[in-house]
């Protein structure tokens, strides 16, 4: 049974920093491309900030470029999402997400994941 489990949620000011994780079991998690999503009250759910399964190439949302940043421990089965200068604009749900995927492939163009977490909120006080 596959499970991804957040933590690291939190209520913080507007310029403050939180830091994520995500821990997997269940797979084997060096053959999964990871990332981390996020959902606002009445918004869809949008990509945030993926990683390659062997954690040489990441891709960002435009919205986050150069105030997150997104990591893993393949030995650890965890992922990690850094996020600097926090704004209230990210202010959300905050999803893991993992999809088996070859080695080489483009984790920007990645659609359909195959395992989500449960999610952990991020409020930011302005």
């Known amino acids: 049974q596959v499970q991804l489990v957040e933590s690291g949620g939190g209520l913080v000011q507007a310029g403050e920093s939180l830091r994520l994780s995500c821990a997997a079991s269940?797979?084997?998690?060096?053959?999964?491309?990871m990332a981390w999503f996020r959902q606002a009250p009445g918004q869809e759910r949008e990509l945030v900030a993926a990683i390659s399964r062997n954690g040489r190439a990441t891709h960002y949302a435009d919205s986050v470029k150069g105030r997150f940043t997104i990591s893993r421990d393949n030995d650890k089965k965890t992922i990690s999402l850094r996020m600097d200068t926090l704004k209230p604009e990210d202010t959300a749900v905050y999803y893991c997400?993992?999809?088996?995927?070859?080695?080489?492939?483009?984790?920007?163009?990645?659609?359909?994941?195959?395992?989500w977490g449960q999610g952990t909120q991020v409020t930011v006080s302005s």
């Open positions: 269940g797979l084997t998690f060096s053959y999964y491309a």
């Open positions: 997400a993992a999809k088996r995927t070859i080695l080489t492939v483009d984790i920007s163009a990645i659609s359909d994941y195959d395992y």
